[in-house]
């Protein structure tokens, strides 16, 4: 089992950043992917960024140029900067971890809120 927790949501004003971290609770060793999603009300739950198996990042056309998904693998961390922030970037960001195996294992944060309004 793996336990993830996020942390710093927020309320911010638009063209604000913040930075969001994903604690997880032991190392993950193999193959993994792991990444944030966003659910914003009355939407279905959308991928934000990630890294791949191979390490490589993909992002939601609509954060490109804004966001950055970096970790920190010492720590078991995974971050989320956001630039630029837009009043369509408020949802809940959920943290992601998927391990390939023959038997795949997904962990969910529980969630943090980020609100952009003036």
Avoid: H
């Avoid at 191979?54 to 920190?72: E, H, L, P, Q, W």
Wanted: include cysteine; glycine fraction near 10%.
């Amino acid at each position: 089992q793996v336990q993830l927790v996020e942390s710093g949501g927020g309320l911010v004003q638009p063209g604000g950043s913040l930075r969001l971290s994903c604690s997880a609770s032991r190392s993950v060793f193999g193959i993994n992917v792991m990444g944030w999603y966003r659910q914003a009300p009355g939407k279905e739950r959308e991928l934000v960024a990630l890294f791949t198996t191979t390490g490589n990042t993909n992002y939601a056309d609509s954060v490109k140029g804004r966001f950055i998904i970096s970790r920190d693998n010492a720590k078991n961390t995974l971050y989320l900067q956001m630039n630029s922030l837009k009043p369509e970037d408020t949802a809940v960001y959920y943290c992601n971890l998927k391990i390939v195996q023959l038997v795949p294992e997904i962990y969910w944060g529980q969630g943090t809120q980020v609100t952009v309004s003036s």
